[in-house]
């Protein structure tokens, strides 16, 4: 096993509310990033592959689960809605398939935002749709972490899933993750790490197969848990980065071998050090 050590300075986030008119009411940006693994009824691979029989299908509930998301963040008062593709090649949702009040970034982008490529300061809260756990997880459904390369991620001690580095992501920029949807693995593991955040397990694993809610009634869920958490904001923790993979790629460029199968890189800016993460995961 070989062990990539990528560290970042203390990070923090402070929210301030600017002082708005009685007359005119607040813009609310919400953030949606959807994935595919944690869709309700995915089982298998196949269902979120482009050459699977029924990616079709599943492409379909990933525009219904999206569309309830949207949904529910305008129902709570969003005035603006962005929606990020952030499956595999990130051309999963078609642009006449997504609630038209939102927008829609699509396809792969060079920055180390990746899945939460179109973040920024002025959004109030991130949204996960479709997400799930990470590599390793007992009891969940095609759990993974990045491009499955990846055996492991902690910051400051803790493991983290996709959704985990994601949450530092938006926390950069002092936006909060207030809701996630996926399998009953992903919810409890992104409770555990970011507090009581909305959420909707759409399926629980059981025995390597799926028991879960039919796609309506995950839409159903969906929109009613997004409307109560846009109008919630978390918390944000800084973090210490550790990257462990099962084989070692070159070094990043400022990155420093220090013993056998194992590298270090330091950065004070956390989108630098994920620079390093996709260059040597």
């Not at 196949?46 to 999206?66: L, Q, W």
């Not at 400051?156 to 996709?162: A, D, R, T």
Request: aromatic letters at 6%; charged letters at 20%; hydrophobic letters at 40%.
């Amino acid at each position: 096993m070989r062990t990539i050590a990528l560290t970042s300075a203390l990070i923090a986030a402070t929210l301030v509310s600017p002082l708005v008119s009685a007359q005119q009411p607040r813009a609310l940006k919400v953030f949606i990033s959807v994935d595919m693994e944690g869709l309700a009824g995915v089982v298998a691979s196949s269902d979120v592959s482009p050459t699977g029989a029924d990616y079709p299908h599943f492409r379909a509930i990933m525009a219904g689960e999206t569309n309830a998301a949207v949904d529910g963040a305008f129902r709570a008062g969003a005035t603006d809605v962005l929606v990020r593709d952030s499956h595999g090649a990130k051309t999963n949702l078609l642009p006449g398939d997504v609630d038209s009040r939102a927008r829609l970034l699509r396809g792969q982008s060079t920055g180390p935002r990746n899945m939460m490529e179109g973040i920024d300061s002025t959004f109030g809260a991130v949204v996960f749709i479709g997400y799930h756990a990470k590599a390793g997880t007992p009891n969940a459904i095609l759990e993974h972490t990045s491009n499955g390369n990846v055996i492991d991620m902690s910051v400051n001690g803790v493991s983290l899933p996709e959704g985990g580095y994601n949450a530092i992501v938006a926390g950069l920029v002092g936006v909060p993750v207030v809701f996630a949807a996926g399998d009953r693995a992903l919810v409890d593991q992104l409770r555990g790490l970011l507090g009581p955040i909305e959420a909707v397990a759409v399926k629980d694993e059981v025995g390597d197969a799926s028991n879960g809610l039919s796609p309506p009634e995950a839409r159903n869920h969906i929109r009613a848990g997004v409307e109560r958490a846009v109008r919630e904001r978390d918390r944000f923790r800084p973090y210490t980065m550790v990257l462990k993979v099962k084989q070692e790629r070159p070094l990043y460029t400022g990155a420093t071998r220090v013993g056998p199968g194992e590298s270090r890189f330091s950065s004070p800016d956390f989108l630098e050090v994920l620079n390093a993460f996709n260059a040597m995961k």
